[in-house]
């Protein structure tokens, strides 16, 4: 499996393109915005866009969902449907956060922890990783040793759980209990920021590593 980052929104949220090598067919997780300059890089690289991905529904990342499902016309998969009022609230959201005005959506699927999703031939495990947003999930392949784990875990820090029904311990739990068993060597895509790995993070993030118990 192949990726793609396009960082998008004045908040430089890191919209990501998965696609299967073999058939070319793609998943845009997290269309926050800037949905041209997606669609304009899925045909650069010579990609059919199959559907949409959603790790949870903070307006930086799901902020151009509508927009991109219908000029794509693509199925929304995500995230669980414990965000779904954040979804609700997305104009309310657009209004606090100097967005432009979006269009509402509703999911095609609600996802929840164990469920897998596809793109082509490649299938992605859903974990839902909740304490940033309750309805929080991350897209994990075991053969690609790759992970889009949203606004959970960023290198050197973690999501942010002041908003609305975020919780501090679950967060630490979701990541100690969720994402770091699946392995050191495990790369990952942030919501925002550069990449890293879990093991680097087990070790040296101040906020979940070994050392802090």
């Not at 606004?151 to 100690?176: M, W, Y």
């Not at 942030?190 to 070994?210: C, L, Y």
Request: glycine share 10%; hydrophobic share 35%.
């Amino acid at each position: 499996m192949k990726y793609s980052i396009i960082p998008v929104t004045p908040f430089q949220q890191n919209c990501t393109l998965f696609w299967c090598e073999e058939t070319k067919k793609a998943a845009v997780i997290d269309p926050g915005g800037d949905i041209a300059q997606v669609i304009a890089k899925a045909e650069e690289l010579g990609l059919e866009l199959e559907k949409i991905l959603l790790t949870h529904a903070h307006i930086d990342h799901a902020g151009g969902t509508a927009e991109l499902a219908q000029k794509a016309g693509i199925p929304i998969e995500g995230p669980h449907i414990g965000d779904k009022f954040w979804i609700d609230g997305l104009a309310q959201q657009s209004q606090m956060f100097g967005f432009p005005n979006v269009e509402m959506f509703d999911p095609d699927r609600w996802l929840e922890d164990g469920d897998t999703v596809s793109l082509g031939k490649e299938i992605l495990q859903v974990l839902h990783c909740p304490g940033h947003t309750p309805g929080h999930v991350v897209f994990y392949s075991p053969e690609s040793q790759l992970a889009q784990v949203g606004d959970v875990l960023f290198q050197g820090s973690i999501g942010r759980t002041d908003f609305p029904q975020g919780d501090h311990a679950t967060l630490i739990s979701s990541i100690r209990e969720k994402l770091f068993p699946l392995g050191d060597e495990i790369a990952f895509i942030p919501g925002h920021g550069p990449m890293s790995t879990f093991g680097q993070e087990r070790r040296t993030n101040p906020f979940v590593s070994d050392s802090r118990g």
